[in-house]
């Protein structure tokens, strides 16, 4: 499972940098994408065997454009309910999350990462978009950072630009409360998840 992906990359990309687990090491190469069209900067390689994924995230992550994606195994369903069942449930700090408002459909969360790369790379631990329950895009979302600190930093920098379009950034207070839904996981406005390789593509 890959993330922070580079819009131009490619299938063949993925399997060159493969290459050394050989040629039927790689069974299926799902790209994720916005109901648009659009790349949500996601997607999931799936191997041939489980013994095949964890030698594929021993060699490290893809770079492509000068970004190094973001690299982990994904579990199948079962499994990853059966892991958040076994671990206590985690009270986020809120007043280390930003609110982005009024946001271009087109937002991703590469152009999160983005901007605020300057604050490093463990600066963001998770990105969500809020969707309408048709699938559509309500045009706000929420970043939660490492530290309430970095929240503050965040705040210095302003919203993420898309095209000509700038969000609208505030801290969060209090805890989040919305009709819509929260996307879980992240990507851009509409991004859903698949069972076990990479995110990225257009």
């Known amino acids: 499972y890959q993330r922070r992906v580079h819009g131009e990359i490619t299938d063949e990309d993925v399997y060159k940098h493969y290459a050394k687990l050989g040629k039927?090491?790689?069974?299926?190469?799902?790209w994720l994408k916005k109901m648009n069209g659009h790349f949500t900067g996601y997607g999931f390689v799936h191997f041939a065997s489980a013994e095949q994924a964890h030698r594929a995230l021993a060699l490290g992550p893809l770079v492509?454009?000068?970004?190094?994606?973001?690299?982990?195994?994904?579990?199948?369903?079962?499994?990853?309910?059966?892991?958040?069942?076994?671990?206590?449930?985690?009270?986020?700090?809120h007043r280390a999350e930003l609110a982005l408002q009024e946001c271009p459909k087109d937002i991703t969360e590469n152009d999160v990462y983005d901007h605020y790369t300057r604050l490093g790379d463990e600066a963001i631990r998770r990105i969500h978009f809020v969707m309408r329950d048709d699938g559509s895009f309500t045009g706000t979302g929420y970043v939660h950072f490492s530290s309430v600190s970095m929240a503050h930093e965040a705040l210095k920098l302003g919203g993420p630009t898309v095209g000509r379009e700038r969000c609208q950034v505030h801290l969060v207070k209090g805890k989040v409360k919305t009709k819509e839904k929260k996307a879980k996981g992240g990507g851009a406005a509409p991004a859903s998840a698949g069972a076990a390789g990479a995110k990225g593509k257009r």
């Not at 039927?24 to 799902?30: G, L, N, S």
């Not at 994904?74 to 985690?90: F, G, H, V």
């Open 24 to 30: 039927e090491a790689i069974t299926r190469i799902k």
């Open 64 to 93: 492509v454009g000068n970004r190094m994606c973001k690299v982990e195994l994904a579990l199948e369903d079962e499994a990853l309910k059966a892991l958040r069942q076994s671990q206590p449930e985690r009270k986020d700090d």
